[in-house]
Nanobody
Framework: QVHLVESGGGSAQAGASLRLSCAVS????????VGWFRQAPGKERDFVAS????????NYKDFLRGRFFISRDTPKNTVDLQMNNLKLEDTAVYYC??????????????WGQGTQVTVSS
């Protein structure tokens, strides 16, 4: 079993930065990738970024590239999401998720509880 716990959410003004962290525990050897997703009020959950657990290769939602950065700290078993120049539309619940399936097409099957990010003007 893999367990994920998000932290670092909160309120920020537009233009500011926030850093989210996902603490990963359990059978980390089963993890192929860890990703961040977000769900804004009234909208579907949307992919933000992911990183290969062993390779460290990042992948981003196109329109977030250059503003959001995903990184992993292997010894600490954490995956962080640095969010810069926050916009009002970044307001959402942010979820950390892990792919333990190893399928060719990523399938994130383990989820954290989410952390709220609220951006105000």
């Amino acid at each position: 079993q893999v367990h994920l716990v998000e932290s670092g959410g909160g309120s920020a003004q537009a233009g500011a930065s926030l850093r989210l962290s996902c603490a990963v525990s359990g059978r980390t050897a089963n993890i192929y990738a860890v990703g961040w997703f977000r769900q804004a009020p009234g909208k579907e959950r949307d992919f933000v970024a992911s990183i290969g657990w062993n390779s460290g290769t990042p992948n981003y939602k196109d329109f977030l590239r250059g503003r959001f950065f995903i990184s992993r700290d292997t010894p600490k078993n954490t995956v962080d999401l640095q969010m810069n120049n926050l916009k009002l539309e970044d307001t959402a619940v942010y979820y950390c998720a892990a792919d333990t399936t190893g399928r060719k097409e990523r399938l994130f099957d383990v989820w954290g509880q989410g952390t709220q990010v609220t951006v105000s003007s």
